[in-house]
């Protein structure tokens, strides 16, 4: 969801900023924000504090970010060619599964004035769901897992993880996708492109670099 299907990303950047202008840090630059993109909400919060040398515990941290970020969820919006995927996948009865590594609070403030087109996915997996062991985030494939798991039970149908295809924007979620077995879509932000590394040799033959959603081409994979 984040920085897939919605500017989150951008914003994400402004809050934490805020949080590192407050103790004469930062700002926030893509070789550092490469490595948050995709964790847990704890595991990225303490990969910053880590990185910038915060004098604050995770939990000031987290209140903190909650507080600025709370003025700033009603800015989301979707990024070019998502709604139209989503809304596309949801006509023509194809399962579609969200999986975001948001917590289920965190998700519902980002979306709840996008619901319109959230409602269209079949089933919604948060990074905080109880069945997801702790330690297991992206890029640990869990969270793909239970997602397919939640689509079969709806569908009665059988599902294998390579039928399915991946969207993601940052590293973390590209290694969870392979590892889970399916092709990955990889849309990353534009200004994470200088530090991405050798994507051909992390991606394979399991799917491909695309710069935006609106230059996927379905037919390419059977859509």
């Not at 194809?94 to 269209?120: D, G, V």
């Not at 079949?122 to 397919?148: A, C, E, H, S, Y």
């Not at 079969?152 to 059988?158: D, S, V």
Request: include cysteine.
């Amino acid at each position: 969801m984040d920085g897939l299907l919605l500017n989150t990303e951008d914003i994400y950047t402004l809050s934490l900023n805020e949080i590192l202008a407050t103790y004469g840090k930062g700002p926030l630059t893509w070789d550092v924000k490469i490595h948050l993109q995709g964790l847990p909400g704890e595991e990225a919060g303490q990969k910053v504090i880590d990185t910038y040398d915060l004098p604050i515990s995770y939990e000031e941290y987290n209140r903190l970010n909650h507080d600025i970020q709370a003025r700033m969820w009603g800015q989301c919006k979707f990024l070019p060619g998502a709604v139209e995927l989503i809304k596309y996948l949801n006509s023509e009865k194809i399962p579609i599964a969200l999986c975001t590594s948001s917590a289920k609070i965190k998700y519902q403030l980002k979306t709840k004035h996008l619901q319109e087109n959230f409602q269209l996915f079949d089933t919604i997996v948060t990074g905080d769901d109880p069945r997801i062991p702790k330690g297991r985030g992206k890029p640990f494939p869990n969270i793909w897992q239970l997602g397919l798991k939640e689509l079969i039970e709806k569908f009665g149908t059988a599902i294998e993880p390579q039928e399915c295809l991946v969207f993601e924007d940052g590293i973390p979620g590209v290694k969870s996708g392979l590892a889970f077995g399916a092709n990955v879509i990889w849309v990353p932000h534009p200004g994470a492109y200088e530090y991405l590394g050798d994507t051909k040799m992390l991606l394979g033959n399991n799917g491909e670099l695309l710069k935006s959603l609106e230059l996927l081409n379905k037919s390419k994979y059977g859509l």
